[in-house]
């Protein structure tokens, strides 16, 4: 089906979210909690585009919104920029020091906060995409707490969490830098629990913690007999295969 | 940090999760039934739920603290909840609390220093009729004055010390 | 009200609804039991005596109503049992000094149904509330219960039912005001089973229990209307989601249940026909936004009450992903009778687009205070000055707030408006579910505004931008405004903010979140100026913006408010006017409130 964003046609398939979409045609919608991974979150509300249907207009979200009919899309007018505008400026009043908040903030020429109270330690926007990724793998070591303005990421009564292997895979997604980790003398400490790391069997990096490799061998069924980071595995895999040969 | 009482028998808690099915969807439920029991979510029970469910310990302290009829502190053995809905709010809700706060020295939140009283503000109990309206426990107070709130809670006994000098 | 009308037989009504219960009504009702039971066996006509739910008029309990003759006493104490007892049920005599006031003629009313209050009203939601024992299905019955639902079963067909819904305009009575029937076709179109029914009882506006009385009072209007509504969608499974602070809701619709499937009217072949249907009570677990209809699926589901985007609709992809629907409470009640006497007949009350009647709880500073049936279409002020009775007290209106913490505050400007969902929502408010809050001159809007902000603020889920941070934000200058630190562009950052807010959020929470904000201050601007600039509140409210001084004029210099001053702040000869000292003066406005000759006036523009 045909589609029209900021004046362009384009093609999609039914049920194809817009941002999917425009993405493929060029045209850059913002996101900050989305992730090809870990699609569904919704929840900073960035990439809200305006939608036309049926001579009715409304603002939704991009990455959720599924093309079922005609439709034109504008991503960016005065009106999405304003509150996009707004959006950027709350977020950059709550977590101020992210590196991408503030490149956002600049993107946006929002000034230096001075109405609202700023906490300018803070770093997590909420967007969800750590807690989703903990429960993707299996683990739910982390998950929201509270409601409300008070809501925040946090493990089980806020205490180094049992059900975490270490794996940081929260840190990789969070699009801020929010996740603290922290590696040194063979250990890496994440959410202020400490987890031995091992070494790769072939160049002797730590790489691993000891739990994440445990879990990828009990759970996966992945048995690496030894511990091999992803650059030595594959050379090991090429190196059989030559001898295959 | 969370304070709680250490070592609660938790032979109740069995009791409670023999009477639903391993299903997810009886979580809350369940989680209210160990609150109405032990005024509170003990951090051991919570253990025992999820190795009932097999739900991570991570999504019961999320239910834990979204939901406000769920708490992971104890609570007074009186329960105190000022309404704080829009027309006890018109009709002066914050001077009930602030004569409460006055005469036991407990904020909303909080639980008196004896453990006696819990002091809640809530939003609307249904009550609008009544405004101002105080719950204690279960039973209703109408059409109150910050002035009638020493004699109720007298009923319950009051504080233990010397209140009435003050 | 009993199945053979026998006039020589008294029926004794206590209302046992929550407010009548405050006042100690349950003691009255085991008073008069006592009393009836002593009769012995030889008594012929023997009293029969009930529970009731709520009545409406709470403002007036403890109430107790004698049939068939229709006195109805108001305010009744323990103390008046015995006379009540000897007089009227025994005698046939009237206690005139128990009789309901009518605040509007100064006469005295001798049935309910001649006062204004009650006059005016138009009882379908609310038909049997007042007039049965909720924990008697037979009552229900004996007043047509479940006669709809057998006509349903056996005279129309599940697209008949829907058709007829359709007709009747019906809307949901739960906030949105979406076509009802529409709703029922969407689900019955989708070919995926299970489907769900779901009754929303999850009543958390403040200021508003109109659900709560329904389902204390007349629980089985509910299920008979899910069971129909099921049948008409295809749906063998339902949900009743109750507030769980709502313990006697709770009770008796579980009650409600276990008898309607003790007589064949839940579970397998219901009524001997083919039609299978189970439903089930869930507790909710406190929070207010589990009354958006993805947030509460979340929460039967047993997870946390986070909406989901609603892009495609609860009709087709619900509760556990299958089509469902939600209706609440007062929706779900109006089903039966739509049934029983017909659409046309519903659609001929209301308005054009608005059809029917609507439960409002009328609170505030109004004289009548309780639970109202009024037909759509009705005036605001009809409701507060006909049905209310007026401002209490002396006071002035100044604002009536609809639509709880997602409504808005309607000025005296538009008192005349008529009461429906299109004219709400022009107005900047919204029907709601129905919550009615009269303020006066003593209510400061800016702190009302604030007041709402600050409940959103710990009842929004938390999970979307906008509505988390945007009212924290809001509310952050609501809260420097009512303090005395608001700044100039405050009230343009507020509209701003309020605009993403609206547009921006997840849910219908943080959607309407501003309305509040908005609609103060579109009707009453000069007051946040008066705050802002003037740092003064006009109302007395904020105590920061606020001072009391002493009319001299009118002071006796009785000493009683210098006795009552926490402070210590007043002094006074006795006999001579007294002072208040503004620099040690708490703005506690106890001085205010002991004075018995008003002599203690708000005087704005504290300087700090």
């Given at each position: 089906m045909r589609v029209i964003i900021d004046g362009k046609e384009c093609e999609a398939g039914y049920g194809e979210y817009i941002l999917d979409v425009a993405r493929r045609n060029g045209i850059h919608i913002p996101t900050l909690c989305h992730s090809g991974a870990l699609p569904?979150?919704?929840?900073?509300?960035?990439?809200i585009v305006e939608v036309a249907e049926a001579g009715k207009k409304k603002v939704v979200v991009s990455c959720l919104y599924p093309i079922t009919g005609e439709i034109e899309v504008t991503t960016n007018s005065e009106r999405i920029y304003r509150m996009r505008r707004n959006i950027v400026r709350l977020l950059a009043a709550r977590a101020p020091s992210g590196e991408f908040i503030k490149k956002l903030r600049e993107e946006y020429g929002i000034?230096?906060?001075?109405r609202f109270k700023v906490d300018e330690k803070e770093k997590c926007i909420l967007c969800g995409l750590c807690v989703r990724a903990c429960e993707e793998i299996g683990l739910s070591a982390i998950s929201t707490v509270n409601?409300?303005?008070?809501k925040k990421v946090a493990p089980p009564f806020e205490e180094?969490?049992?059900?975490?292997?270490?794996?940081?895979s929260c840190a990789y997604v969070c699009p801020t830098g929010a996740i603290e980790v922290q590696e040194f003398e063979g250990k890496r400490v994440i959410w202020n629990r400490a987890f031995e790391l091992l070494k790769c069997a072939?160049?002797?990096?730590?790489?691993?913690?000891r739990q994440q490799y445990e879990y990828i061998k009990n759970?996966?069924?992945?048995?690496?007999?030894e511990p091999l980071c992803d650059r030595c595995r594959q050379k090991s895999t090429a190196e059989k295969l030559i001898h295959l040969l | 940090m969370i304070q709680e009482k250490r070592g609660e028998d938790l032979s109740q808690v069995k009791s409670i999760l023999d009477r639903?099915?391993?299903?997810?969807?009886?979580l809350l439920a369940i989680l209210q039934d160990i609150q109405k029991t032990y005024n509170y979510l003990p951090r051991e029970a919570l253990n025992e739920v999820r190795d009932y469910l097999g739900i991570p310990l991570s999504s019961l302290y999320s239910m834990a603290t979204f939901y406000?009829?769920?708490?992971?502190k104890p609570k007074g053995t009186y329960v105190i909840k000022v309404c704080d809905g829009t027309a006890c709010h018109i009709r002066g809700s914050m001077d009930l609390i602030d004569e409460i706060r006055k005469l036991l020295s407990v904020s909303p939140g909080e639980v008196t220093k004896d453990g006696r009283f819990s002091l809640e503000t809530v939003?609307?109990?249904?009550?609008c009729a009544l405004a101002p309206v105080m719950v204690i426990n279960d039973k209703y107070y109408g059409?109150?004055?910050?002035?009638?709130v020493k004699e109720i809670l007298a009923g319950y006994g009051g504080i233990r010390g010397d209140w009435d000098t003050k | 009200m009993t199945g053979t009308p026998n006039n020589s037989g008294k029926t004794v009504l206590v209302c046992c609804g929550t407010g009548c219960l405050a006042n100690n009504s349950m003691e009255i009702y085991k008073e008069l039991k006592k009393r009836v039971e002593a009769l012995?066996?030889?008594?012929?006509v023997r009293p029969v005596l009930k529970t009731t739910g709520c009545n409406g008029l709470c403002e007036k309990g403890p109430i107790v109503n004698i049939l068939p003759d229709d006195i109805f006493y108001c305010?009744?104490?323990?103390?008046d049992v015995d006379e009540i007892f000897e007089?009227?049920?025994?005698?046939?005599?009237?206690i005139e000094r128990l009789l309901y006031l009518d605040?509007?003629?100064?006469r005295r009313v001798r049935?309910?149904?001649?006062s204004e209050f009650y006059r005016r009203q138009l009882k379908?939601?609310?038909?049997?509330i007042g007039q049965i024992?909720?924990?008697s299905i037979d009552d229900y019955i004996e007043r047509g219960g479940y006669n709809a639902l057998k006509k349903a079963l056996f005279e129309m067909s599940p697209e008949l039912v829907i058709s007829e819904i359709e007709r009747s305009g019906l809307r949901g009575r739960?906030?949105?005001?979406?076509?009802t029937g529409y709703k029922w076709r969407q689900c019955k179109r989708v070919?995926?089973?299970?489907k769900y029914v779901v009754c929303n009882?999850?009543?958390?506006?403040?200021?508003?229990?109109m659900d709560r009385s329904i389902m204390e009072g007349d629980p089985h209007s509910v299920i008979e209307g899910m069971i129909i509504g099921a049948y008409a969608v295809g749906s063998k499974k339902g949900f009743i989601y109750i507030r769980d602070e709502y313990s006697l809701a709770v009770r008796n619709v579980s009650k409600a249940i276990e008898d309607a499937y003790s007589r064949g009217f839940?579970?397998?072949?219901?009524m001997g026909s083919g039609f299978n249907f189970d439903v089930e009570v869930v507790r909710g677990g406190?929070?207010?936004?589990?009354?958006e209809s993805t947030a509460l699926m979340a929460s039967i589901e047993g997870r946390v009450g986070e909406p989901r985007v609603k892009y495609i609709r609860s009709t087709e992809k619900?509760?556990?992903g299958q089509p469902t629907v939600l209706n609440n409470v007062e929706t779900w009640a109006n089903v039966p009778v739509i049934i029983d006497r017909g659409a046309d007949w519903f659609a001929a009350i209301g308005t054009d687009r608005s059809k029917g009647t609507k439960v409002f709880s009328?609170?505030?500073?109004?004289?009548?205070t309780g639970l109202i049936e009024v037909p759509m279409g009705i005036t605001l002020r009809e409701i507060i000055f006909?049905?209310?009775?007026?401002?209490?007290?002396n006071g002035k209106f100044k604002a009536v707030q609809t639509g709880g913490p997602s409504g808005g505050c309607i000025p005296e400007a538009l008192?005349?408006?008529?009461?429906d969902f299109d004219s709400l929502d022009r107005a900047g408010s919204m029907m709601g579910s129905g919550g009615m809050i009269v303020m006066d001159e003593t209510t400061c809007m800016v702190e009302v505004a604030r007041y709402y902000l600050k409940f959103l603020s710990e009842e929004?889920?938390?999970?979307?931008t906008p509505c988390r941070e945007g009212i924290r934000r809001m509310l952050e200058i609501l809260e420097d405004i009512c303090a005395g630190?608001?700044?100039?562009g405050d009230l343009e950052l507020l509209l701003e903010l309020s605009e993403t807010v609206k547009e921006a959020s997840l849910c219908g929470l943080g959607k309407t979140a501003p309305n509040p904000v908005l609609t103060t201050i579109k009707y009453f601007e000069s007051e946040y100026l008066a705050h802002i600039?003037?740092?003064?509140?006009p109302a007395g409210v904020c105590r920061k913006l606020t001072s009391y001084r002493i009319n001299t004029d009118l002071?006796?210099?009785?000493?009683l408010c210098a006795k009552k001053c926490p402070a210590g702040a007043i002094s006074g000869k006795p006999g001579a006017p007294h002072i208040i000292d503004v620099s040690s003066?708490?703005?506690?406005g106890t001085c205010r409130e002991v004075c018995r000759f008003n002599a203690v006036e708000v005087i704005g523009g504290r300087s700090e």
């Open positions: 569904g979150q919704g929840s900073c509300r960035l990439c000034p230096e906060e001075t409601r409300g303005t008070t180094p969490p049992e059900d975490c292997i270490g794996c940081a072939g160049c002797g990096r730590y790489f691993i913690t759970k996966h069924g992945i048995d690496m007999k | 639903y099915p391993r299903e997810r969807r009886f406000k009829a769920l708490s992971l939003n609307c109990v249904g009550s059409n109150l004055k910050p002035a009638m | 012995g066996p030889g008594f012929a305010r009744v104490r323990v103390s007089k009227t049920i025994l005698r046939g005599e009237v605040t509007s003629t100064g049935s309910h149904k001649e379908i939601a609310l038909r049997n024992d909720p924990a739960g906030g949105a005001g979406f076509p070919n995926s089973f299970p009882g999850d009543e958390g506006d403040p200021g508003a229990f839940l579970g397998r072949g219901i406190g929070a207010f936004v589990c009354g619900g509760l556990w009328l609170v505030g500073k109004v004289k009548n006909d049905i209310g009775g007026g401002i209490t007290g008192l005349d408006l008529p009461v929004s889920c938390g999970k979307c630190r608001g700044q100039e600039r003037d740092k003064r509140c002071c006796r210099g009785c000493g003066c708490i703005v506690c």
